[in-house]
T-cell receptor
């Protein structure tokens, strides 16, 4: 157990729908990062939050949004879903506000859009 | 843009043999190079990392080498065991940036 909790583990939904993925970081970690892993692809950085504030943005679609709450858990909202959004979505947490050292990944949410 | 190429995409070895996975990065300002192991149904787990001020780092059966001039870095696993079977990802980032650029992964199979 990495200490980073992601729910749900699996999600099947139809095109056009909206879903919310949840991530609880390791105890004491203030940064949460979201990554997307499509089939046979590496992980693509989506967005980072640090202590409730958006800190960095990657290749995140406008249909996607995220937030980090006062208890430091984070949610990734995916709307107007398309077949191509089917992927594994990982979050990682870190105690740092900058830098990529000390990342710890969760087990991911597998999203299937049908 | 920033890119990390990883080869091979699949690698099969006999138990006890060595395995080598190679990555090339494009951003010459990259100075942190971690390697992750991803087992089925789990998230990536950091197994070793190297910073640009060293050329090699070793941890038991795992070693990483870095050639900054050529912008290459490699993962070496010696005396492979069946439990080493997994997908391995290399990554690169600049110091104090907020994202890792990942390679596309290598599926390693170790046959008993």
């Amino acid at each position: 157990d990495s200490g980073v909790t992601q729910t749900p583990k699996h999600l099947i939904t139809a095109t056009g729908q909206r879903v919310t993925l949840r991530c609880s970081p390791r105890s004491g970690d203030l940064s949460v990062y979201w990554y997307q892993q499509s089939l046979d692809q590496g992980l693509q950085f989506l967005i980072q939050y640090y202590n409730g504030e958006e800190r960095a943005k990657g290749n995140i679609l406008e249909r996607f949004s995220a937030q980090q709450f006062p208890d430091l858990h984070s949610e990734l909202n995916l709307s107007s879903l398309e077949l191509g959004d089917s992927a594994l979505y990982f979050c990682a947490s870190s105690p740092r506000d900058r830098g990529t050292y000390g990342y710890t990944f969760g087990s991911g949410t597998r999203l299937t859009v049908v | 843009g920033e890119n990390v190429e990883q080869h091979p995409s699949t690698l099969s070895v006999q138990e006890g043999d060595s395995a080598v996975i190679k990555c090339t990065y494009s951003d010459s300002a990259s100075n942190y190079f971690p390697w992750y192991k991803q087992e089925l149904g789990k998230g990536p787990q950091l197994i070793i990392d190297i910073r640009s001020n060293v050329g090699e780092k070793k941890d038991q059966r795992i070693a990483v080498t870095l050639n900054k001039t050529a912008k290459h870095f490699s993962l070496h696993i010696t005396e492979t065991q069946p439990e080493d079977s997994a997908v391995y990802f290399c990554a690169a980032s600049r110091y104090n940036t907020d994202k890792l650029i990942f390679g596309t992964g290598t599926r390693l199979q170790v046959f008993p």
